[in-house]
T-cell receptor, first 116, second 109 residues
Framework: DAGVIQSPRHEVTEMGQEVTLRCKPI?????LFWYRQTMMRGLELLIY????????DSGMPEDRFSAKMPNASFSTLKIQPSEPRDSAVYFC??????????????FGAGTRLSVL | AQRVTQPEKLLSVFKGAPVELKCNYS??????LFWYVQYSRQRLQLLLR??SRESIKGFTADLNKGETSFHLKKPFAQEEDSAMYYC???????????FGTGTKLQVIP
């Protein structure tokens, strides 16, 4: 398996534009997580899904952020409109919900977003 | 709500010196603690879990419930240990993982 795949790797956009980040989890995993990484705040959980259903979106900063998971192999994180303070690295992670060695989260390479 | 604190943003040590990356947590129940590592230009990956009681790449971490700490230790630092280290907590029975703000370890040759 290629692991968690995120696209694009880098995104540069102008303030006010819509940004869509994409994630393909590891095949067979049933949980998916979106994180934001900044120097000041470290890794913050934005939202996570179980079996394609959003479970906890309390970390989503505001209404400009939305996430969807239309099927088990694809998720998107959308920012509309984008602002310079959204500049960060966005990570997607997936896991197999269960006990023990399960529930370990595997991370994608991240998308580095720069909003000018 | 749970919280993970990593007091040091940057830790610089000389090669061969001992390393201790501090992690304190607050949670009233029985948590599961992890250390994740992110090497330069690589993705975040699990280093070790407290329940495994294992040593990975020479690193160990012991859960001290009395002090609510889960410090990461290595007796002799190597240059390849230079990376960003995140401590993380998962409440028992839940999936949501809370990460600390991370500590950048810099091993000086």
């Amino acid at each position: 398996d290629a692991g968690v795949i995120q696209s694009p790797r880098h995104e540069v956009t102008e303030m006010g534009q819509e940004v869509t980040l994409r994630c393909k989890p590891i095949s067979g995993h049933n949980s998916l997580f979106w994180y934001r990484q900044t120097m000041m705040r470290g890794l913050e959980l934005l939202i996570y899904f179980n079996n394609n259903v959003p479970i906890d979106d309390s970390g989503m900063p505001e209404d400009r952020f939305s996430a969807k998971m239309p099927n088990a192999s694809f998720s998107t994180l959308k920012i509309q409109p984008s602002e310079p303070r959204d500049s960060a690295v966005y990570f997607c992670a997936s896991s197999l919900r269960g006990q023990g060695i399960k529930n370990i989260q595997y991370f994608g390479a991240g998308t580095r977003l720069s909003v000018l | 709500a749970q919280r993970v604190t990593q007091p040091e943003k940057l830790l610089s040590v000389f090669k061969g010196a001992p390393v201790e990356l501090k992690c304190n947590y607050s949670y009233s129940g029985s948590p599961e603690l992890f250390w994740y590592v992110q090497y330069s230009r690589q993705r975040l990956q699990l280093l070790l879990r407290h329940i495994s009681r294992e040593s990975i790449k020479g690193f160990t971490a012991d859960l001290n419930k009395g002090e609510t700490s889960f410090h990461l230790k290595k007796p002799f630092a190597q240059e390849e240990d230079s990376a960003m280290y995140y401590c993380a907590l998962r409440p028992g029975g839940y999936q949501k993982v809370t990460f600390g703000t991370g500590t950048k370890l810099q091993v000086i040759p």
